[in-house]
C-alpha cells in the first residue's frame, strides 16, 4: 500500500523555527553575559578615569595594561598626566603613544622626551592651557596603539605624536611573545574589540590557565625582569616568515592607526626609531642552515687578527666573505662595522652597523625595514614623519648612535630624550601647529631647563643596572645581585624610593627642602616645578616653587606662581605671600586687599599681621595699623619690630580731635 508523503510545515512556521533556533543559543549568550556581569566579574578597563581628590582632571588608567597582559601579576603603566575632563578652547592638548621609550624608561617624568616637550611649548605658548599626555607603556606595540586609538580620539587632542617599532615581536600579542593569541592579526583585533565582554575576558583566562599548566609552573624568579618575561621565540632570524609577519603587523594595524586619526582630523607626527648601533653587539647571531661553520669561523678568527694587527684591508676582506658565505650572521657585519668605524669610514660603518641590528635574532631593536614602513605609511595617511633616528645620529660622532646617546640598547639617555623632544618640537614649530609660534624657546635654553631631579636620574641609573643584572645582558640563569649602599642624603632618598619606602610626591618634597636648607634654590626650584609638572591641579606645588624663588629673590617670578596657587585652592598662605609682594612693589591699595583676605583664614599669623599694620601706615590709615599692630603684640610682646612700627605711629586723637 502506497505511504502518503508528510504534508511540509508552512513557510510561515519554517521561518519562526529557523528564528527560534538562532534565538536560543544567542539568548543563552546574553544571559551568561549579564549573569557574568550581576556577580562582578571581569572589568573594563577604560583608558582615562577620573583624578583621585580632582574630580575636573582625568588620568590614564593604572590597570589600563590588563587588557592585554593576562599572565603578568604585575602590568606596566604609562606615566600619571592629569588632563581636564572639559577640554576648552585655551586648552592645547597632545597625546603620546609608544612603548617604552616613548614613556621615558628609565627616568620617567622629566626625563620623558614628552615632559621635556610640553615644558618647551608652556614657554612657547603663554597663557595656555598646555597638556601633553603620555600614553605610552612598555612592553606594547602596534595593537595596543590601535586599541587605544578611539579613547585618544574621544578626548580631542590637538595632535597625536608617535614614537613606536622597536616592541613589534616580543610586545604584548606581538608575534614572538608569551603574551600572544597567534599571528592573525586579524583575529588579533577581533579579539581587542570583543575584550569588554565577560565572556571573552573568562574564555581567555581559562586558557591562559590551561597553556600555564600544559607549560608547567613558569612563574618569574625575583629579580627577572617585564624584558625577559615576554620572550617566546629567542631566535627570529632575517626574513624568515615570523619576521616578515611581525613587519606586516606594523605595517597594517599602523595603517589602520593613521587612518582613524585622519579620519578624526587629528594630525599625527611619527617618529622614526633609533637604538645603540656602535656600541651594542648584536644579542644572538646565527648561521643559516647549510652554511659551513668550520670554514665561517676561520674567516672570522683571520679577520679578527688582521684587525687587531692594524690591517684593515685584509679584515674587510676577510669580513665580506664571511658575509658573502653566509649573509644572515650578525656578528660578521657588526666586527666589519667596527673595523670601518675605526678606519674612519662613517657612512660604510653605519650601514654595517644596521645591517647587523637587522640580522639580530633576538629582535629587541627594530630592524630599519620598520623605519621604511613608517615613512611609507605616514606618506599614503598625510601624516608628519619625524626623523628623531637622523636627529640622534647628526648628534654622534661620525652619524653612529652609541653610548653618547643610549643607555644600553635602545633607551636614551637624558641627552637622548632631549633630542627627540627636540625633534618633535621642531616637527610641530615647522607645520605651524597650534598656530603662530611668535616665541620659540631655544634649544639650548630649553635643555638647562628640563626637569629632571637628582633622584629621578639616580632611579634611572638603578633602574638600567637592574636591567643589565639579567638576561639578555647576563646568560640565561644568572642574574646579578646588586647591593645598593647610599652615600649622601640624595641617594638615600632614591634607594628609599626604589625600595618603596615612600611615594615619589613625598621622596621630591624632601628633596626640595633639603636643598633648600643647602641654600642652593636651583635645585630647590627644580624639584618644586617637577612636582608643578606632575599635580598640575594642586595648590600645594605652586606655592611652594614661589616660596623657593621668594628665598632666591625672584619676587615677580615667585608672585605668579603665588596667583596660579590661589587659582587652585585660596590658600590663606598664598593671599599673604600675593600681599607682601605687592606691597613691596608698592602696590598698597592691592597688597591690603590680599593681606586682608589671608587674615580671614589666618587671622592670628604674625607676619600677614605685621605686614598689613605697615600698608595701613603707608596708606594713612594709622587707626587700623594701630589696631593691627596692637593685635599682633597682644600675641607676641616681643615682637620687636612690631614695638617699633607702633612707635612710628602718629599719636591717637581723643574724641574732641586732640592727639595724646
Known amino acids: 500500500m502506497a505511504t502518503t508523503p508528510a504534508a511540509s510545515p ?254 578624526a582630523g587629528i594630525p599625527v607626527y611619527i617618529g622614526t626609531v633609533a637604538s645603540n648601533e656602535r656600541d651594542h653587539a648584536p644579542f644572538i647571531s646565527g648561521l643559516a642552515e647549510g652554511t659551513p661553520a668550520d670554514r665561517w669561523e676561520a674567516l672570522m678568527q683571520d679577520a679578527r687578527r688582521a684587525a687587531a694587527a692594524g690591517d684593515t684591508a685584509r679584515a674587510l676582506a676577510r669580513y665580506d666573505e664571511a658575509i658573502a658565505l653566509d649573509s644572515l650572521a650578525a656578528e660578521a657585519f657588526y666586527r666589519k662595522a667596527q673595523v670601518l668605524d675605526a678606519a674612519g669610514r662613517y657612512a660604510e660603518a653605519r650601514a654595517a652597523y644596521r645591517a647587523a641590528i637587522d640580522r639580530d635574532q633576538l629582535r629587541f631593536r627594530a630592524p630599519e625595514a620598520i623605519n621604511a614602513i613608517i615613512r611609507a605609511e605616514a606618506a599614503r595617511a598625510g601624516a608628519v614623519v619625524v626623523e628623531t633616528q637622523a636627529a640622534l645620529a647628526a648628534a654622534s660622532p661620525g652619524g653612529i648612535i652609541g653610548h653618547n646617546l643610549m643607555l644600553e640598547h635602545l633607551h636614551p639617555n637624558v641627552d637622548g630624550y632631549f633630542l627627540i623632544a627636540d625633534a618633535f618640537y621642531e616637527a610641530l614649530r615647522a607645520e605651524s601647529a597650534f598656530g603662530v609660534w611668535t616665541a620659540p624657546v631655544p634649544a639650548d635654553l630649553a635643555r638647562q631647563e628640563v626637569l629632571l631631579t637628582a633622584v629621578d636620574s639616580l632611579m634611572g641609573v638603578y633602574r638600567i643596572r637592574q636591567l643589565m643584572n639579567n638576561w639578555p645582558f647576563q646568560p640565561p640563569g644568572v642574574t646579578r645581585r646588586d647591593t645598593l649602599k647610599p652615600s649622601n642624603p640624595v641617594e638615600q632618598l632614591a634607594v628609599a624610593l626604589l625600595r618603596d619606602q615612600r611615594s615619589w610626591g613625598e621622596t621630591i618634597t624632601l628633596l626640595r627642602q633639603y636643598y633648600e636648607q643647602q641654600g642652593d634654590y636651583r635645585r630647590a626650584l627644580q624639584a618644586a616645578l617637577a612636582l608643578v609638572q606632575e599635580y598640575p591641579f594642586a595648590a600645594a606645588p605652586y606655592l611652594d616653587a614661589g616660596n623657593v624663588l621668594v628665598k632666591a629673590g625672584r619676587y615677580d617670578e615667585a608672585l605668579s606662581y603665588f596667583l596660579a596657587a590661589h587659582d587652585r585652592e585660596p590658600l590663606p598662605a598664598a593671599q599673604r605671600m600675593i600681599g607682601s609682594i605687592l606691597l613691596r612693589r608698592g602696590e598698597r591699595a592691592a597688597a591690603i586687599g590680599w593681606l586682608e583676605r589671608s587674615l580671614q583664614g589666618e587671622p592670628d599669623h604674625p607676619q600677614t599681621l605685621y605686614n598689613l599694620a605697615g600698608a595701613y601706615a603707608l596708606e594713612g590709615r594709622f587707626a587700623e595699623a594701630r589696631r593691627t599692630v596692637t593685635r599682633l603684640l597682644e600675641r607676641q610682646p616681643d615682637h620687636a619690630d612690631a614695638r617699633r612700627l607702633l612707635g612710628s605711629l602718629p599719636p591717637e586723637a581723643d574724641g574732641e580731635g586732640n592727639r595724646e
Not at 549579564?34 to 577620573?50: E, K, Q, S, T, W
Open 10 to 263: 508552512p513557510p510561515a512556521r519554517r521561518l519562526l523555527w529557523t528564528v527560534l533556533m538562532v534565538l536560543i543559543p544567542v539568548l543563552f549568550f546574553v544571559l551568561l553575559e549579564g549573569g557574568l556581569r550581576l556577580v562582578g566579574y571581569g572589568d573594563d578597563y577604560p583608558l582615562f578615569i577620573p583624578a583621585p581628590d580632582a574630580p575636573a582632571y582625568r588620568y590614564q588608567n593604572p590597570e589600563v595594561a590588563r587588557r592585554y597582559f593576562v599572565r603578568q601579576q604585575n602590568v606596566p603603566n604609562s606615566l600619571y598626566d592629569f588632563f581636564l575632563a572639559e577640554k576648552d578652547t585655551n586648552t592645547l592638548r597632545i597625546v603620546v603613544q609608544g612603548g617604552s621609550s616613548a614613556a621615558g624608561y628609565p627616568y620617567y617624568r622629566g626625563g620623558s622626551f614628552s615632559r621635556m616637550l610640553e615644558q618647551r611649548l608652556l614657554q612657547t605658548f603663554p597663557g595656555r592651557n598646555v597638556e601633553v599626555v603620555n600614553t605610552a607603556m612598555a612592553a606594547v606595540n602596534s595593537f595596543t596603539l590601535l586599541d587605544l586609538a578611539d579613547e585618544i580620539i574621544a578626548i580631542e587632542p590637538d595632535a597625536v605624536l608617535i614614537y613606536a617599532g622597536h616592541n613589534e615581536y616580543y610586545g604584548v600579542l606581538g608575534v614572538g611573545s608569551t603574551e600572544s593569541l597567534g599571528t592573525v592579526r586579524g583575529v588579533v583585533n577581533l579579539y581587542l574589540r570583543l575584550q569588554h565582554l565577560r565572556l571573552v575576558q573568562g574564555l581567555r583566562a581559562l586558557l591562559a590557565a590551561a597553556a600555564g599548566t600544559l607549560a608547567g609552573d613558569e612563574r618569574p624568579r625575583p629579580g627577572h625582569t617585564l624584558m625577559e618575561r615576554m620572550v617566546r621565540e629567542q631566535a627570529i632570524p632575517y626574513g624568515s616568515p615570523l619576521y616578515e609577519r611581525g613587519l606586516r603587523q606594523f605595517q597594517g594595524n599602523l595603517r589602520d592607526l593613521l587612518a582613524r586619526y585622519r579620519a
